[in-house]
Structures are given as structure tokens and as C-alpha cells.
């Protein structure tokens, strides 16, 4: 390994042994069984130090291709606009004339992770895939190496054997960033790797099946925030009572596997209170008694997706070693079909002290959300309260799988967002709730109403409206990652599977607004 | 329609009052001596009703003075934050409360004379009615108010503010009666003939039906309307209000009228299809508002076009895989007979920027479904690829009550219609398919300012509001009446 080069990876270490006993793994123990692990590692090298065979991708600006290559660009008819690739054996005038050269259409920074994706997915095969950012500003170079590892992510394989099935598998385990000066990191490096190794990390939770991340093993799985310095606090079920969080409780009944609320603690240096993070986790979504229906019943399995974007936002901003205090509560939950399961028509008095009448035990997200914002706000007196969830379906019909929805009591916390959001690649547009929908959700017998029933419902404003009676005046949004949790097919541009949607805009998020001492 | 007069403030003697209460504030002046006419009944009933004024709280007495049937008290909420929107509202519950009387007096001396005109306005909206197939309704359940008189202090004042309200109100009832009409009554043909009956307001009105369009290739709109007897038309309605020497560049405002939507062969389940006799209340509302804007003789050049069709299942009707040439000459593959709405659309905005050059279009569509999903039923979504106009759209929105709110549009959305086979496919999936009809949509927008209102959950309402009774809203008229208001009529 090159000097100067920094190394990110993360690892699924969880397994439930034959036994059922929960284990977890480290990963040379993991590695020594021969079970699945994704890792993805990011190096910065310089051109000497890559290895012969490695695939270099040279970015080529739209009719600047090198004269070496040229005769054989034309004829593939490749001039370097934005969409296209061309693979070729080797640079016949370069002191490697066998390595494998990959010409990446690239066209400004905008546009550069698109191209870095595009890249990864030309060269998907590869275990080792190198960028050749020489000549280029840094932040495009890095986000050329960006997009390649948020495209080179894929689901952990279970299969016995390779998941190299018709030699078109994602491959990519190592991704090189050729630069003149390799010893020279930088913070935009550091940030990228860091980020990369969040985004790894959520969407390897979310992509977990449920039979192994329960919410203790989503729990085991935080170890490694212990590490890079977030503190870590469980409240366990049986101490969930005791606290007031009786949604959260009756949520998480039904099921043999007990649900828990996480906090997670990033100190920061400024002295003032922290804005905390609250995302929801299902480790596994039934719909209880409401029961879902059989068809994509499966996705439920990242129904956890909110929780795993908080935790990986807080271990980005560990590793960049943010400034700014910041916290997370996770409310880990599986909502199952049981004898002792929470029913429709049941009353639950939340932590906030309103009561709520359940209507639908398939609208449970909104139930833990609540016990879980009215906590982080008793419990940490937030300078702003953010929280993701996979919400609602409605979201999806909304805004389809391009942005989440976003909403805000605070116009200024929701504009911060909507820049982060662009800033970030992760875009969010607002929606509104209302003071009518609030009233719509009155109830016969309770202080609040969970939901309604019927159809062409605007669900996810709704469960704005139901949220909001939660947080009082505290600044708080609301993003539902119903719609852009997950994508169903991989593109040039994305990976199939989940997205990890929402680590990088809280980061830019906090990144922003919340890191600058001078302005509170 | 409810008669309103305006007159200076004199004590009443007959029928029923109604006086005004902001909160934090006592009974003054004419309501004062009313109370105290009344030995004092009005304040205790105030009191016992722990009544403070609140905006939407009203007190009702019954004959508390010799000669008065009742006297109702309306809260207007806060002075510091009344706006005329609260003041119509103000007028809209004393119209629904006192319906069972025949003539009302308004104690409205507090009020500027344009928020007393607006005071009327309010009344009107909510005492409208729509009686043509009522034949056996006993008569202690009709409405009997046909007048309210406002005293106001600046009455003259007051009076000549309300005839330009008053034409808008006449565009909002003729929206409404479309509208709620039967769709066995509303054909495209009969809606035309309607349409027809502007030109008394001054406003050039030309029909074309399956001929004319034939002529002019509007392949879209005809596959919608083809398995259905009943003939589309296409109506061109144009108000030259601006009076220039040199023509502007009109204001171009499109409807979609469906005038009944079976949803064709993709044909709808049959619960809540009567609701699609409203799939023609973008056109509805486009009707309305040409009958305001010439009413209230707006000095503005405006054009307002709406495409009639029926969607029925039928031996000739459009099939799903149908490829249809629209009048633009994008050839569109109809995958969903049901996405009918944006195919009227696509041949009228077409023509109307072809042949009219606008400023600028806006449409009217109950579009969609999702868009109910995402937004509920007091925001209409709004689609624009012009910030100035999206802007003033939403100003309109917030000051006449038919709020919007901005959805988006861009290239990730556009790609869900590519077609194996045509140019565009008229549907892409659930998800964010408000936004792609959208995108559909803007297909036939030659880069002219343009915003498409998503009105399905707003054209209908199931239950009373302040200003507008269950049933048809009219949304879209005061709108749009405002925009041209606002800004157009320099």
C-alpha cells in the first residue's frame, strides 16, 4: 500500500450461529469461517504506486482525447461527452502499455460522480479499479472516487458460491485515486473517506436480512461508533416502561425479539446544546395485526433504513471529527404478529403524555418516532430536532424514488436542509401539513389519532401533522425516505439495493449550519 | 344569486342582524345600542357562550328585541391579522347561519369599505345552491335568505367595490353549475353551447368540433373522445379587455373537460365513478374565470380554451397500446386509457401557443390522483418551469384562499415516459406520477412560461366550508381572476 494512502471499510460482522445464539464476529474471525463480508477501501496512490493489471479510468473532457488513444476513440466513436465509456487495452505510448484504460466522459464538477458511478459500473468485474485524478482539482478528482464507491456497493452474499453469476457482478473491493502528491490527504479526502465508510456502513444494515439484524444485533452492530468515539446508551425494553415510552413498548411486543432505544452521544468541541438525529428502526416491518400484504413484504427488511442513516451520519461526522455536538435516538423495534401484540383500537399513552388511539398497527413508524422525538427533546434540549424514517408509501406517490419528503415547523431549519440536500446529492422537497389535517386526526377516545383509514390519503402529511403534536416548538423536520430508501434496479448511476439516502445530507447538514462557533 | 345591498348604518326593525366582534374588543357603537335595546341580552348571552370574538365562533339569539327574529354574533378573530379573506369567511357563516331567514342586516360600520364589500362577497359564495333537480324538497328545508344589507359607514364606497366582486361571484356560480351538473345533461355539446352564451359579456367565442379538429390533427384529444357518441369540441374564448392600440401577448389559460370519465377501456371500478361527471373542472373553472374577468371588465387580453370529451368503453373506443399523433406531431403510445387528461391537454396547449403567441399559459387539470396522496385537499399542486410565474401564482393562491403549493419537475421524472414504440407513453408507473404527467405535459410546451394546476382534490368539496358549500369549489377561478388582477392589468 502506498504511503499516504487512508484506508475506509466496514464490514457485516453478525451472524445467527445454527444454534440461534447471537454472535458477533469480528472480521478475521468472519473472514476464517469464510462467511459474507462487504468491504469497500478507498486509496489515495500515486501512478507509481499501482499495481500492472489494475484498470485505470482517465477522465476525458468532451473532444480532448489524448493523441495515443486517439485513433482508436474515433473509430469507437468516443469524443468524451458526459455519458460515455470506452474501454481499451492499454495506452501503447505509456510506460504500461498492457493496463487496461477506461475513457470516462466528464463534463465539470457537477457531474462528477455520476461520471466516477458510471465508471464502476463499466469496470464492475474488477476487484481493484484505480481513477486517475492527476491534472485535476480535487474535488473533482474526489468525486469521481465518490460515485465510483457509492456504485460499487452491493448486497453481502449469502450465496454458497461467487455471486458471479453471468460475470457482470459488482466486484469492486479497492478504489485508487491517482494523484500527483499522495502525501498531501486533505480534508476534502478525509471527508469523502469517511463518508464513504458511513454510507457502506447504513447500507449495509438496511440491506441485512431481519433474522440477523434484530435490534439487539442492529445494537452489537454499534460497536464500531464506540470505537470512533460516539458514546453509546441502551435502554433496554424492560426499562422502557419506567421511562414513559410506552409507544415504543407496545410496538415492539409483539415480537420475541425486545425492542430497545438508542442513544448516541457525538461530544463535539462548541459548547452548546446538541441537534440530535432521530431515525426510525424497524429491523422488520410485519404491519402486527394490520398485516401487510405477501407482495415486497421482503423489503421490510430495511424498514430500519432511518435508524441506519442517523448512525451512519454519526460515525461520518466522528470520523471528520466534527466540531458541532450531536446526537441520535434510535427506537429499535419488530413489529410481529403475536398473542400479546398491540392491536387496532388500543389506547397507548405516549412519552409526551398524549394518548393516542392505534388504528392501523402497519402506521407504526410514527408511534415510535413520537415516544422517540419527545424523548430527545425532554432528554437533550436540542438546538434542532431532524428525523428520517421510511415512512409512508404515500411519499412515493408524491415525489416517486428522485427525492424524500420534507417537513419542518421552521423555515429556516427546512431551507438548511433543502441546500444540504443539493449539496449532497440527496435532494428533499417540502411538503406541507396542516392545521386542518392536524384536526382531521381528533379522536373519539384518546387525545390523538395514529392515522386514518381510506383512500387517496395525503398518509405522509398526515403523519407530519401527527409528529408535529410531539415536538412542541422545538425546530424539527421530518424526512420521509419512503420513496428513496430503496432502488430496485441498478443504473450507471446507482447500485440496486438500498441507497443509504440521508448520511451524507445530515452531514452536509451540520457541515453548513452547525459547525461555526460565531453563529449559534 | 343572494342580493346584496349596502347602506349607511341606521338601527334595523326587521329580520335578522348580524354584528361583528374582533376579539379583545366590546360592543361599540350601532352594536352597542343594539345590546342595549336589547336590555343588555346580546353581552349575557356573549358571556354565557364564553364567546371572545374568535374567528369561526359565532352566538346566535333568538328575537331578543321587539321586531328582530335574530341577531348573530361572528367573531373575526384578531384585528391586528383580519384580512379579507377572514372577512368573507365572516360572511359565509352568517349566510349559512341565517339561511332560514329572508333578509338580513350586517352591522359592519368597524370595516374599511372594501372589506365590506368583501363581506358580501363571502355571503354570496356560501349561499350558493344548485336547485334545477330538486322537485319534492319540502319547503321549511329551502333557504329563504335572498337579501343581506351591508351598513357600512363609506356605503357608496362600499357598493362600488363589490361590482367587480360581484362578476367574479357570477364567473364562481357558472364554474359551480357546470360543474355539479349531471353528465347526461353536460356534454361536450351542451358545455360548448354554455360556453356560447359569454359572447353577451363581450367575449369572442369559436366552437370546433370532430371536423375542424380533425383538420387541424388533433390525433390526442380525438382518441379520447372516440368511443363515446357524443362529439368533442373545442372551445376558444377571447376577452381583448387591455384596449391597446398594438395587441399584447394574451394571458392563455387551458381547461381540461372531461365532461364524463369511465376511465375507458381501462375502465374504473364502480365505486365513486359518479364523482367523474367533475373531470371537466379545469374546464369548468377556465369557463368561469373568462365569464369574470369580462364581467368585471378586465383590462387585460386573455384567452381561455377548453377540450371536450367524453371517455367512454366502447367497440370504437381507444385501446391501451393505441399509438395516437398529437397536433404537436409527437406521436404518444396510449398505455392507460384512464391517463386521458393530459392528452386533451397536449393538442390544446399545443394550439394555443401556435396560434396565440401568449405571455404565458397556465392549465387546469383534475389530473391526478397522487397528487391528492401528496398534498391532501387544501394545497392544488402546481408544475412551472417559470419562477416569476410560480411565484405570482402562489401570491394569488394565498390571498384568495385557493392556496397552491410547488411540486417538482426534472429530467429523472421525464425519463419514466420514454416509449419502446412512440415518442412518449402516457403513463410511468405510481410512483411520483403527478409529477410525470407533469413532465407529459410539458412535452407540448414550447418553452413559453407555462404552470399546470393539479386540481383533483381540489375541484370538489364533501363538506361545508366558511365560503364554499359541499360540492363543486369553483377552484381555480378566484385564483386565477387574482393573477390577472394582480399583475396584468397595468
Known amino acids: ?520 | 344569486m343572494l342580493d346584496i345591498a349596502f347602506s349607511k348604518p341606521v338601527p334595523p326593525k326587521a329580520g335578522a342582524v348580524a354584528l361583528l366582534l374582533a376579539e379583545e374588543e366590546a360592543l361599540t357603537g350601532a352594536a352597542a345600542a343594539l345590546n342595549e335595546a336589547s336590555g343588555g341580552a346580546i353581552a349575557r348571552a356573549i358571556e354565557v357562550a364564553a364567546f371572545k370574538g374568535q374567528k369561526g365562533k359565532t352566538v346566535l339569539l333568538f328575537a331578543p328585541i321587539e321586531g328582530l327574529t335574530r341577531v348573530l354574533v361572528v367573531g373575526l378573530g384578531k384585528r391586528a391579522e383580519l384580512t379579507t379573506l377572514t372577512v368573507e369567511e365572516a360572511g359565509g357563516a352568517i349566510a349559512a347561519a341565517l339561511s332560514q331567514e329572508v333578509q338580513a342586516t350586517i352591522l359592519a360600520e368597524g370595516l374599511a369599505p372594501s372589506e365590506a364589500a368583501h363581506l358580501g362577497l363571502g355571503a354570496v359564495l356560501r349561499a350558493y345552491r344548485f336547485d334545477l333537480y330538486r322537485t319534492k324538497e319540502k319547503p321549511e328545508d329551502k333557504p329563504k335568505l335572498t337579501g343581506i344589507t351591508v351598513q357600512a359607514e363609506d356605503h357608496a364606497k362600499a357598493r362600488a367595490a363589490f361590482v367587480p366582486l360581484k362578476a367574479v361571484a357570477e364567473g364562481i356560480y357558472l364554474a359551480r353549475d357546470l360543474v355539479t351538473e349531471p353528465p347526461n345533461v353536460l356534454t361536450p355539446t351542451e358545455m360548448a353551447e354554455r360556453c356560447r352564451a359569454l359572447t353577451k359579456l363581450g367575449v369572442k367565442v369559436e366552437i370546433m368540433g370532430p371536423k375542424e379538429l380533425e383538420k387541424l390533427g388533433f390525433g390526442a384529444l380525438l382518441g379520447v373522445s372516440q368511443g363515446s357518441v357524443q362529439e368533442p369540441r373545442m372551445v376558444v374564448m377571447q376577452w381583448n379587455g387591455a384596449g391597446g392600440r398594438k395587441p399584447r401577448k394574451p394571458l392563455v389559460f387551458v381547461g381540461q373537460g372531461v365532461t364524463f370519465d369511465t376511465r375507458g377501456i381501462s375502465i374504473k371500478p364502480a365505486s365513486g365513478m359518479e364523482d367523474m361527471k367533475w373531470d371537466m373542472a379545469g374546464a369548468g373553472a377556465v369557463v368561469g374565470l373568462m365569464a369574470a374577468l369580462a364581467g368585471r371588465k378586465a383590462k387585460a387580453d386573455v384567452v381561455g380554451l377548453v377540450g371536450l370529451v367524453e371517455n367512454m368503453p366502447s367497440g370504437t373506443a381507444q385501446r391501451p397500446g393505441d399509438v395516437v399523433t398529437s397536433y404537436s406531431g409527437q406521436t404518444i403510445e396510449v398505455l392507460n386509457t384512464d391517463a386521458e387528461g393530459r392528452l386533451v391537454l397536449a393538442d390544446v396547449l399545443w394550439y394555443a401557443q401556435e396560434k396565440f403567441d401568449p405571455a404565458f399559459m397556465v392549465n387546469l387539470a383534475t389530473l391526478t390522483g397522487a397528487i391528492i396522496v401528496a398534498l391532501g385537499q387544501e394545497h392544488g399542486g402546481m408544475f412551472s418551469n417559470d419562477e416569476d410565474l410560480a411565484q405570482k401564482l402562489t401570491s394569488a393562491g394565498i390571498a384568495t384562499g385557493e392556496k397552491l403549493w410547488r411540486m417538482p419537475l426534472g429530467e429523472a421524472y421525464d425519463k419514466a415516459i420514454k416509449s419502446d414504440i412512440a415518442d412518449m407513453k402516457n403513463i410511468g408507473g405510481r410512483h411520483g406520477s403527478a409529477i410525470i404527467a407533469a413532465q407529459f405535459i410539458q412535452r407540448f410546451v414550447n418553452s413559453k412560461p407555462w404552470a399546470h394546476l393539479d386540481i383533483a382534490g381540489m375541484a370538489w368539496s364533501s363538506k361545508d366550508t366558511a365560503c364554499v358549500p359541499k360540492g363543486a369549489t369553483a377552484y381555480g377561478v378566484r385564483l386565477l381572476d387574482r393573477l390577472v388582477r394582480d399583475h396584468y392589468e397595468a
Not at chain 1, 486533505?186 to 469517511?194: D, L, N, T
Not at chain 1, 421530518?478 to 432502488?487: A, F, N
Request: some cysteine; charged content about 20%.
Open chain 1, 1 to 520: 500500500m502506498a504511503s499516504g494512502c487512508s484506508t475506509a471499510w466496514c464490514a457485516i460482522t453478525t451472524r445467527r450461529e445454527a444454534s440461534g445464539d447471537l454472535t458477533v464476529l469480528n472480521s478475521a474471525e468472519k473472514a476464517r469461517r469464510g462467511l459474507p463480508e462487504l468491504q469497500l477501501k478507498l486509496s489515495l496512490v500515486g501512478i507509481t504506486d499501482l499495481g500492472p493489471s489494475v484498470p485505470l479510468v482517465l477522465p476525458v473532457k468532451e473532444g480532448a482525447v489524448p493523441d495515443a488513444l486517439a485513433p482508436a476513440a474515433r473509430v469507437a466513436g468516443f469524443t468524451g461527452r458526459p455519458d460515455e465509456t470506452l474501454l481499451l487495452p492499454g495506452d501503447p505510448a505509456s510506460s504500461h502499455p498492457h493496463r487496461e484504460l477506461l475513457l470516462l466522459g466528464l463534463d465539470g464538477q457537477s457531474l462528477a460522480e455520476a461520471a466516477g458511478a458510471r465508471a464502476a459500473a463499466a469496470l464492475a468485474c474488477c476487484h481493484e479499479i484505480a481513477i486517475d485524478g492527476r491534472g485535476l482539482p480535487r474535488a473533482v478528482a474526489v468525486a469521481l472516487a465518490l460515485g465510483a464507491a457509492g456504485r460499487s456497493w452491493r448486497f453481502p452474499n449469502y450465496r454458497q458460491g461467487p455471486p458471479d453469476i453471468d460475470g457482470s457482478a459488482m466486484q469492486i473491493e479497492r478504489i485508487s485515486l491517482v494523484v500527483d502528491d499522495p502525501a498531501h490527504i486533505g480534508q476534502r479526502w478525509r471527508e469523502a473517506v469517511g463518508v464513504v465508510e458511513a454510507m457502506v456502513f447504513a447500507r449495509n444494515l438496511i440491506a441485512e436480512p431481519a433474522n440477523l439484524l434484530t435490534p439487539q444485533a442492529f445494537i452489537h452492530q454499534l460497536g464500531l461508533l464506540e470505537a470512533a468515539g460516539v458514546a453509546v446508551e441502551v435502554i433496554p425494553a424492560e426499562a422502557l416502561g419506567g421511562e414513559g415510552l410506552h409507544l415504543l413498548a407496545a410496538v415492539g411486543r409483539g415480537s420475541v425479539n425486545p425492542p430497545a432505544l438508542v442513544l448516541l452521544h457525538w461530544p463535539g468541541r462548541l459548547a452548546l446544546p446538541p441537534v440530535v438525529f432521530v431515525g426510525k428502526g424497524m429491523t422488520f416491518d410485519t404491519g402486527g395485526i394490520s398485516i401487510k400484504g405477501a407482495d415486497r413484504m421482503w423489503d421490510m427488511r430495511g424498514d430500519m433504513a432511518g435508524a441506519a442513516v442517523c448512525a451512519g451520519a454519526m460515525l461520518a461526522l466522528a470520523r471528520r471529527n466534527s466540531p458541532a455536538p450531536v446526537a441520535a435516538v434510535l427506537p429499535l423495534a419488530e413489529n410481529m404478529i403475536g398473542g400479546d401484540a398491540y392491536r387496532p383500537g388500543d389506547v397507548i399513552r405516549s412519552h409526551h403524555g398524549l394518548t393516542v388511539e392505534i388504528v392501523d398497527t402497519d402506521a407504526e413508524g410514527r408511534l415510535i418516532l413520537a415516544d422517540a422525538l419527545s424523548f430527545a427533546i425532554a432528554r437533550f434540549r436540542p438546538r434542532a430536532v431532524i428525523d428520517l424514517a421510511t415512512l409512508t408509501y404515500s411519499v412515493a406517490v408524491a415525489l416517486g424514488r428522485e427525492m424524500a419528503g420534507l417537513y419542518a415547523n421552521d423555515t429556516v431549519l427546512a431551507a438548511h436542509l433543502a441546500a444540504a440536500g443539493l449539496a449532497a446529492g440527496e435532494p428533499v422537497w417540502r411538503l406541507p401539513f396542516t392545521d386542518g389535517q392536524r384536526d382531521q386526526l381528533a379522536s373519539d377516545i384518546a387525545d390523538i389519532k395514529q392515522c386514518l383509514n381510506g383512500p387517496l390519503l395525503p398518509d405522509a402529511s398526515l403523519s407530519a401533522a401527527f409528529l408535529s403534536r410531539f415536538v412542541g416548538e422545538t425546530p424539527w423536520a421530518h424526512i420521509d425516505i419512503g420513496g428513496t430508501d430503496l432502488r430496485d434496479e441498478a443504473d450507471e448511476r446507482h447500485a440496486a439495493g438500498p441507497t443509504g439516502f440521508g448520511v451524507r445530507l445530515l452531514d452536509r447538514l451540520i457541515a453548513l449550519r452547525y459547525e461555526d462557533a460565531d453563529h449559534p
